[in-house]
């Protein structure tokens, strides 16, 4: 079966806001930050909240095991030139893991982090000693890492980065990946490929750790290194080449997330997913989102 989700908001009523939102998508999973993905201000999660949230995915048909949680983006284990930041990054995970393992969630996505100034393979290796300071045998959450279009000084722009990363971590089996197509595109890895992409990945990581995919047209081309998120169908990857990773015979049993741009003020995920599961394109997807969510108050 399509495990299938979008990006949702985690609003006043956290995890229930992000299964309701989730639910009326018509999706089976979703991905969510535990508060503002630009920020590391967090509240405390509320155990009646979690309960309920756990009442309506079993209701709704999410399985907890498919959802996703995302690091904020701000936090940088690559660099340690100013070391109390690091640290203050290194401490934050460790409380994210927490938090996520509160919930029962199993998978937290993470931006490897920039080098900025420094050779990239002190930044990788900077990665991996964070890793191992954040990650611990108790730990029932996997951390992915998440493939970077190598805009700016980005880690993990190649197979072979993230490989580097992986391989300087201890406890193997806490690690993994979740690949992201806008990213691969922006990186110049080429989509209409993506056979050949994954035949490398198996050789050089395995496909066994692949555990998410961000399903992402591009504003930009091939090897642009710019990362700027494009509707489905509407970028220069194009419709048919993310239904070919969607339906992927290697990736069936990985959760698909949805991290598309909103139409004006609306979300796209209805519509998008409702595209992925009918294997057609929606010429009029803008237009179909706003006139469904023209009269709706909770999205
Ligand atoms: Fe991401
Ligand atoms: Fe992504
Ligand atoms: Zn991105």
Not at 113 to 132: M, P, Y
Not at 142 to 150: C, P, R, S, Y
Not at 277 to 291: C, G, M
């Amino acid at each position: 079966m399509l495990i299938i989700g979008s990006h949702v908001n985690f609003g006043s009523n956290q995890l229930v806001g992000a299964v309701n939102r989730a639910l009326s998508y018509g999706a089976n999973t979703f991905m969510f930050y535990t508060g503002a993905p630009q920020n590391t201000i967090r509240k405390k999660l509320e155990p009646a909240y979690i309960n309920e949230a756990k009442k309506l995915m079993q209701e709704g048909g999410i399985n907890l095991e498919n959802v996703i949680c995302h690091a904020p983006y701000i936090v940088n284990l690559a660099n340690k030139e100013k070391e109390e930041a690091w640290h203050f990054s290194i401490n934050f995970l460790k409380q994210e893991i927490q938090r996520v393992e509160e919930l029962g969630v199993k998978y937290l996505v993470l931006h490897p982090g920039n080098a900025l100034k420094i050779e990239r393979d002190v930044a990788l290796n900077n990665i991996s000693e964070a890793l191992n300071a954040i990650i611990n045998e108790d730990s029932k959450v996997m951390i992915l890492l998440e493939t970077m279009a190598g805009k700016g000084t980005e880690c993990g722009k190649t197979t072979e980065e993230i490989k580097t990363i992986m391989d300087g971590v201890l406890l193997q089996d806490k690690v993994g990946v979740c690949l992201d197509t806008c990213h691969l595109n922006d990186a110049g890895y080429d989509i209409n490929e993506f056979d050949e992409y994954l035949k490398e990945f198996a050789s050089i990581i395995g496909i066994d750790k692949i555990k998410c995919v961000h399903i992402n047209d591009s504003k930009n081309g091939l090897g642009s290194h710019k990362d700027r998120h494009a509707n489905l169908g509407y970028g220069t990857i194009g419709f048919t080449n993310l239904v070919k990773v969607v339906y992927h015979e290697l990736l069936k049993d990985v959760p698909k997330i949805l991290e598309t741009p909103w139409l004006g003020d609306y979300p796209p995920y209805k519509f998008e997913i409702a595209m992925l599961k009918d294997k057609t394109f929606n010429p009029n997807l803008e237009a179909d989102v706003k006139e469904f969510y023209k009269n709706e108050r909770n999205f």
